[in-house]
C-alpha cells in the first residue's frame, strides 16, 4: 500500500512508520515544518499549512489509505490561547486534508481514513467501562475537542471514504509520552499517584497501537474503535509497576487532587479523570496484544 501520513513525525506517527517499512509500504507524510521534509528516509515528505488552508497536493499521489495523526501536543499549559491550538490543529487539519482530497475532483485513489481519536471523549468513571457504543455527551473541554475532532473526520465520508476513528489510550514508548514524564520523579523515589489513586488507566503499548493501526487501514475498519490493551489498571498499580520495572522505592501517598489543580488547572483532568475502557471489538476484529501486563510492558520500553 501507498499510504499518507499527518503527524509521522510525532511520537506515534515514527513508531508507524517503522512498522509500514519493515512490511513493505510506501509513504508520503505531511508536516508543518519545513525541516522535517527529508526527515523520514525512503519516504516522501510533504509541506501543509493546516491554520492557512494550505496542502501539496502531490501528498495525494497513488495513495489508498490516510492515517491522521496529526494535532498539537496536549502536555503543555492549557493557557486559553494554547486550547484554541489543541482544537483547531485537529480540526483545521482535518478540514485542509479533507479540502485538498476534493480538489483531486475524484482523481485520487484514496479509499479510506483511520484517524487518531482519544478516549479522553468518555465521561471520567471510577469503575464503569467504557466500549465504543457508548453514548458520548461532551462537558469536559478534552471532550469537546475529541468529539468535534472525530465529527470533523466523518465529513470524509462526503468523498466516499471509509472512516475509521481509533480511541487511543495512554501510548506507552521508549522515549517521551506518558513514560518519559513519569520516569523523572520516579527515578529519585518521588513516584506518585494523584486524588485517590483509583482512576482507571487505560494504556497501550506502542507495538500494539501500531499493529492495530496497521491492521485498520489494511481490514478497512469502519467506524469507532478502542485501542487500548485488555488489562486497565488504577493509577497506583501504574506508578507502582513502573517503580518495580525501575527498581526504585515506592513509598509516596497520593496527591491530593486540589493540590494538582492549584499547580495544573484543568489540565490536571489529564490525571485525575478515570478511564476504564474496553478492548474487545478490536480483539474480536483480530488483534492479538504483544503486551497485556503493564509491568511488562513498562520493561520492555526501559533502556
Ligand atoms: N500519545 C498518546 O498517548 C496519545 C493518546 C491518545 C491520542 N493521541 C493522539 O494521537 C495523535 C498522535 O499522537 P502523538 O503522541 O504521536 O503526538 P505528537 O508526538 O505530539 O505528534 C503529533 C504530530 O502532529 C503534528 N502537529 C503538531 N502540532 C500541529 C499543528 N498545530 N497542526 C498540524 N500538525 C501539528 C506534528 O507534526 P509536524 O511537526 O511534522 O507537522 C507532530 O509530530 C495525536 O492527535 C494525539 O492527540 C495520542
Given at each position: 500500500m501507498k499510504l499518507l501520513i499527518t503527524g509521522a513525525t510525532g511520537l506515534i506517527g515514527q513508531q508507524l512508520v517503522d512498522k509500514l517499512f519493515q512490511e513493505g509500504h510506501q509513504i508520503h507524510y505531511l508536516t508543518t515544518?519545513?525541516?522535517?521534509?527529508?526527515?523520514?528516509?525512503n519516504a516522501f515528505g510533504f509541506l501543509w499549512n493546516p491554520k492557512k488552508g494550505?496542502?501539496?497536493?502531490?501528498?495525494?499521489?497513488?495513495?489508498t489509505c490516510i492515517i491522521h495523526l496529526a494535532g498539537a501536543t496536549v502536555?503543555?499549559?492549557?493557557t486559553a490561547s494554547y486550547k484554541k491550538e489543541i482544537l483547531d490543529s485537529r480540526v483545521q487539519s482535518t478540514q485542509t486534508l479533507l479540502a485538498g482530497l476534493r480538489k483531486q475532483k475524484g482523481t485520487h485513489l484514496i479509499r479510506s481514513i483511520v484517524s487518531a481519536s482519544a478516549i479522553g471523549i468518555y465521561p471520567s468513571d471510577l469503575s464503569k467501562i467504557m466500549t465504543e457504543t457508548i453514548q458520548v455527551s461532551p462537558q469536559t473541554f478534552m471532550q469537546k475537542v475529541v468529539d468535534q475532532w472525530e465529527k470533523e473526520v466523518d465529513e470524509f465520508q462526503s468523498e466516499g471514504l471509509s472512516i475509521c476513528k481509533l480511541r487511543i489510550g495512554l501510548v506507552l514508548t521508549k522515549k517521551g509520552g506518558v513514560l518519559g514524564t513519569l520516569k523523572i520523579p520516579t527515578y529519585f523515589g518521588l513516584g506518585a499517584a494523584f486524588d485517590s489513586g483509583k482512576q482507571g488507566q487505560s494504556w497501550i503499548h506502542i507495538d500494539d497501537l501500531t499493529t492495530v493501526i496497521l491492521k485498520a487501514a489494511k481490514d478497512n475498519w469502519e467506524g469507532v474503535y478502542n485501542a487500548v490493551a485488555p488489562n486497565p489498571v488504577t493509577q497506583t498499580v501504574f506508578m507502582k509497576a513502573l517503580a518495580r520495572a525501575m527498581n526504585r522505592p515506592y513509598f509516596l501517598p497520593p496527591i491530593p487532587a486540589f493540590l494538582l489543580k492549584m499547580g495544573a488547572g484543568e489540565m490536571s483532568d489529564l490525571v485525575l479523570d478515570s478511564h476504564w475502557v474496553s478492548c474487545q471489538k478490536i480483539s474480536s476484529h483480530g488483534v492479538q496484544f504483544q503486551f497485556t501486563d503493564i509491568e511488562k510492558a513498562i520493561v520492555s520500553l526501559l533502556d
Open positions: 515544518r519545513v525541516s522535517q521534509i527529508h526527515a523520514i528516509p494550505t496542502i501539496d497536493p502531490n501528498c495525494f499521489k497513488e495513495v502536555s503543555k499549559r492549557w
